[in-house]
């Protein structure tokens, strides 16, 4: 990766918190992340699952929008909803991680009451906290040791409960953690479980600040990557060493390319706490918790503690206040010594006044030895004074130790009662899920059963169909073989016919060429000679034939000569050309 890649930040409210995008350019073959459209899912004043509407925008991110809503029967009733585009959940089963979402039930998990999803967008319902986020919180500064200890404690009790419900939360950061406030008191709640994924999913998403090596890896792999839940101990941890050093102590704040995160995570497991870092802080418990530290941000996911150990790893927070205890209780144990050594000290002295008390009586000096002790007394007195003085301020503190301690019982009895409280709603909670789990089941029973009677009638409906368009088919194919033998019939009797009047125009041809050659027969219409033809020689041998009848000439008169004598032979006349053709009329030049 080069100097020039770079990071954008995106930044949301609440559920929907600052997200760190790598906008740089993938390596080959990998694709840039997607951005979600976000203009398809419903807006202010819409319906949201028949029953939610919503009232107003709380905030949006990469992934999705949170709005008020508010119920359609129970206007005063209103909650967090929160929608997400479908292709979210690609690949993901949407109604399995809601549910076990909604089972997760911890007091300090955001509590999931509804939940849902169309062909376009999943929705889900949550509680509206008073309070603020915990990025709104350092605003103000960065945390004392106590004061972070109060907070991550039941942070991490949640994160765990998420662990052991299967799931993992993926983006735990500062405006992830909504530190509410119930009558007056603090309670951290995690937000923003759009991108929690089970455990072997290979869903990822996150922050890039607060993400463990392992979970940038495979945000920016080629293939799918499995990660553990560890990569939630690795964010809570930057998280709280964000808290307590504040942005300009913490190494990556002025990140801008993949090679200076890497450089600020090496940073953090080495070197967790800068110089300049809780300068407050020194000797043994600097030292404890930054051997914390480079455990629970450890670049090995193995080296790294899991969120329960990190639990119980968190008293290092209260090494210091436990050591400012040790010092006050070496201090009255002192104070204890230096009042017996005084005791002694002023009993030497009077044993020494009634010493000298003797020696000045046995000296005679009885007044001088009295004012003497006089003024002993008077220095006992004062002594004894201070001793009162001492005794009284041990008094003071045992009673304030008393105080403390009866108070911290009444927070634990007090906690345990809020516990118990949640626990009782998020068995109820449980119960009308898994009452609402069953109601969809038996919904979905019987639309399979309609399904399977669909298919069945669809099935004898196919099968009719199938035999009609069979026995339809071979119908047509029967009259298509008829209409094939009519037509070879047909062309065989066309063919006779075309060879009967070849051979009628054969003959026709022939008889017309006959009577072309025969000089005794004139053409049919013909006129008749002018007059008897001349003899061209002494004696004719024959007489030219009578002209053959005409059906248009008319009758011709006898001759006035006297008749020829009959020929001998006279050829017979040709037969009528057929009615269908009609020649075309001969001429023949007779010669004389």
């Not at 002694?344 to 009077?350: C, D, I, N, Q, Y």
């Not at 108070?407 to 449980?430: P, W």
């Not at 026709?508 to 027969?521: G, I």
């Amino acid at each position: 990766m080069t100097d020039n890649d770079s990071f954008r930040v995106t930044k949301t409210q609440q559920a929907l918190a600052a997200t760190l995008v790598d906008d740089s350019r993938p390596a080959s073959g990998a694709k840039r992340p997607s951005h979600h459209d976000l203009s398809k899912l419903p807006d202010v004043g819409d319906l949201v699952g028949n029953q939610y509407r919503l009232v107003r925008l709380l905030g949006q991110g990469m992934f999705g929008k949170v709005y008020v809503a508010e119920r359609v029967d129970v206007p005063e009733h209103r909650v967090a909803l929160k929608m997400m585009p479908k292709e979210v959940y690609a690949g993901r089963n949407v109604e399995r991680e809601l549910v076990m979402l909604a089972a997760a039930g911890h007091p300090n998990v955001v509590q999931l009451k509804d939940h849902g999803a169309t062909d376009k967008f999943v929705w889900l319902t949550m509680p509206v906290y008073e309070g603020e986020t915990l990025a709104e919180r350092l605003e103000r500064g960065p945390l004392d040791l106590k004061e972070a200890y109060e907070i991550f404690l039941p942070i991490a009790r949640g994160v765990e409960a998420l662990h052991t419900a299967g799931l993992r939360h993926q983006d735990l950061k500062p405006e992830n953690i909504f530190l509410a406030r119930f009558a007056g008191r603090l309670h951290p709640i995690i937000l923003d479980l759009g991108v929690a994924a089970e455990r072997a999913s290979t869903f990822v998403a996150g922050t890039i600040l607060y993400g463990a090596p392992e979970q940038i890896d495979a945000l920016h792999a080629t293939v799918k990557m499995t990660v553990s839940e560890k990569i939630d101990t690795y964010g809570l941890a930057a998280t709280l060493l964000l808290s307590l050093v504040g942005p300009e102590n913490f190494p990556g704040t002025h990140s801008k390319s993949r090679d200076e995160i890497a450089e600020a995570q090496q940073e953090r497991a080495t070197q967790p706490l800068r110089r300049d870092a809780l300068p407050d802080l020194r000797g043994a418990p600097r030292r404890q918790l930054r051997e914390a530290f480079c455990r629970w941000l450890a670049l090995e996911a193995e080296s790294r503690s899991s969120t329960g150990e990190m639990a119980e790893e968190l008293d290092v927070l209260l090494a210091k206040e436990r050591a400012a205890a040790a010092a006050e209780r070496r201090r009255v144990a002192k104070q204890k010594a230096m009042l017996r050594r005084f005791r002694v000290v002023v009993a030497a002295l009077l044993v020494a006044a009634l010493g000298l008390v003797g020696y000045a009586y046995s000296k005679r000096k009885t007044l001088a030895l009295a004012n003497e002790l006089a003024r002993a007394k008077t220095e006992g007195a004062q002594q004894f004074d201070k001793l009162e003085t001492c005794v009284a301020s041990h008094r003071i503190a045992e009673h304030d130790t008393a105080e403390c301690k009866a108070l911290r019982a009444r927070d634990q009895a007090d906690f345990k009662q809020t516990l118990e409280g949640f626990t009782r709603t998020g068995s109820g909670e449980q119960g009308d899920c898994a009452k609402q789990i069953m109601t969809f089941s038996t919904r979905v029973r019987v639309c399979e059963d309609g399904m399977a009677t669909a298919t069945k009638n669809c099935a004898a409906e196919k099968e009719r169909i199938t035999v009609d368009w069979t026995t339809r088919a071979g119908q047509l194919v029967a009259e298509r073989e008829e209409q094939k033998k009519q037509i070879e019939v047909r062309a065989t009797e066309i063919s006779q016919l075309n060879s009967e009047l070849d051979k009628a125009r054969a003959e026709t041809k022939a008889c017309l060429s006959r009577v072309a050659d025969n000089p005794y027969v004139e053409p049919t219409g013909a006129a008749p000679a002018a007059g008897p033809p001349r003899a061209s020689a002494p004696a004719p041998s024959a007489a030219p034939p009578a002209p053959a009848p005409s059906a248009t000439a008319p009758p011709q008169p006898p001759p006035t000569q006297p008749p020829a004598p009959p020929p001998t032979t006279a050829p017979a006349a040709p037969p009528a050309p057929p009615a269908q053709t009609e020649p075309a009329p001969i001429k023949k030049e007779k010669e004389t």
